[in-house]
C-alpha cells in the first residue's frame, strides 16, 4: 500500500540551528500537510500546500517556518533558528482531493520525525 | 473555532470485550470525520472516515457513527484484542477550511490479556 515517507525519523539539534525535515507524499496525492504534535498535546496543524503555494496555514505558522516542494516528489518543512518549544513530532500527510470520494480525502500521515531541540 | 473532545483519556478493558470511544465536537459545519490510531512514538494511522452526510462506517471489527445534532462521534470496537492497545484520535475536517483538520487529544486503550 502507498505510503507517506519522512526522513529523518529523529534528529537533535542546538538551539538556533536550522533544520530541515523531509517527506515523500503518496505519488498521485494533490495535498500536501504538516502537522506536530508536542508531547501529550493534541496533534495540530501547521500548514496546507496544493500547486506549489500554501493554501492555508495556523497562526503557529510564522516567518520561523517554511515549506518547499523542490522537485516530484518531495515536500518540507525548514525551520529556521530554532527553539526549545519547536521540540515536537512532525507529521507531514498528503491526500487526493478534499472534494472526491472517502478515498480521496482521506488523509494519509507518515510515520513522523521526532525533533528535540536542546 | 471547532473545539473535540474524547472521553475517557485512558480505558483498560480485559480482552474480548466490546467497547466504546467517545468523542465530542463543538462546530456541526464539518466536511468529514476521521477516526486514527496512534502507537506510541509512531504515526497515525487512518481507520475510517465518515463523510457528513453519512451516519456510519464499518471496518472489521470496527464501526463508527457520527451524529452531527448532538456534536458527537463514536467508535465501537468489537472483541477487543491486546493489539488494539494503542491511543485513539478522532479528527475532523471543517466546511470551507477543508484542508484543516482538527484533532481531539485521544484516547489511550489498553486491552489486557
Known amino acids: 500500500e502507498p505510503e507517506v515517507t519522512q526522513t529523518p525519523s529523529h534528529q537533535v539539534t542546538q538551539m538556533g540551528q536550522e533544520v530541515i525535515l523531509r517527506c515523500v507524499p503518496i505519488?498521485?496525492?494533490?495535498?500536501f500537510y504538516w502537522y506536530r504534535q508536542i508531547l501529550g498535546q493534541k496533534v495540530e496543524f501547521l500548514v496546507s500546500f496544493y500547486n506549489n503555494e500554501i493554501s492555508e496555514k495556523s497562526e503557529i505558522f510564522d516567518d520561523q517556518f517554511s515549506v518547499e516542494r523542490p522537485d516530484g516528489s518531495n515536500f518540507t518543512l525548514k525551520i529556521r533558528s530554532t527553539k526549545l518549544e519547536d521540540s515536537a513530532m512532525y507529521f507531514c500527510a498528503s491526500s487526493l482531493w478534499p472534494g472526491q470520494s472517502p478515498a480521496g480525502n482521506t488523509i494519509y500521515f507518515g510515520e513522523g520525525s521526532w525533533l528535540t531541540v536542546v | 473555532k471547532q473545539e473535540v473532545t474524547q472521553i475517557p483519556a485512558a480505558l483498560s478493558v480485559p480482552e474480548g470485550e466490546n467497547l466504546v470511544l467517545n468523542c465530542s465536537f463543538t462546530d456541526s459545519a464539518i466536511y468529514n470525520l476521521q477516526w486514527f490510531r496512534q502507537d506510541p512514538g509512531k504515526g497515525l494511522t487512518s481507520l475510517l472516515l465518515i463523510q457528513s452526510s453519512q451516519r456510519e462506517q464499518t471496518s472489521g471489527r470496527l464501526n463508527a457513527s457520527l451524529d452531527k445534532s448532538s456534536g458527537r462521534s463514536t467508535l465501537y470496537i468489537a472483541a477487543s484484542q491486546p493489539g488494539d492497545s494503542a491511543t485513539y484520535l478522532c479528527?475532523?475536517?471543517?466546511?470551507?477550511?477543508?484542508?484543516?483538520?482538527?484533532f481531539g487529544i485521544g484516547t489511550k486503550l489498553q486491552v489486557i490479556p
Open positions: 479528527a475532523f475536517m471543517n466546511s470551507g477550511g477543508y484542508q484543516k483538520v482538527t
Open positions: 505519488s498521485n496525492h494533490l495535498y
